[in-house]
């Protein structure tokens, strides 16, 4: 709302005026306008997503690295004698198993997830 129209409202409150009529060239002002908080919206929106993938995605490397440690310290523990810890085969078979099936899945998310497609 313009000045004027405030002003006219204030001196006039019957709210009894005629609609504001805008010209071509303000009306493709405001369009202007308009679109550019939209594009600025959208690359805020961007940068703030991207920033996110990145915190997420380290996040993410030191957890499967993590989790990789300790399944690799279970099977060494597993092979050292003298420590007295003793895995079957089968259940070292499962623990590499799902470990992998994990670790893959887990990675095929989150690399799906920084790299998605546009549509």
Known sequence: MRAEDIL????NPTNKKEPVRLSNEDIDREK?????G???EFLKSSTQDREERK????KVYWLI?????ITLGIVIA???ERLCFY???SVLIVLLTTTSANVIGIFMAVVRYLFK???
């Open 117 to 119: 497609q546009k549509p």
């Open 38 to 40: 939209i594009s600025k």
């Open 55 to 58: 915190n997420y995605a380290y």
């Open 87 to 89: 895995l079957s085969d």
């Open 8 to 11: 006219d409202f204030i001196s």
């Open 32 to 36: 202007k306008l308009i679109e550019l």
């Open 78 to 80: 597993s092979g050292i």
């Open 65 to 69: 690295l993590g989790f990789l440690a």
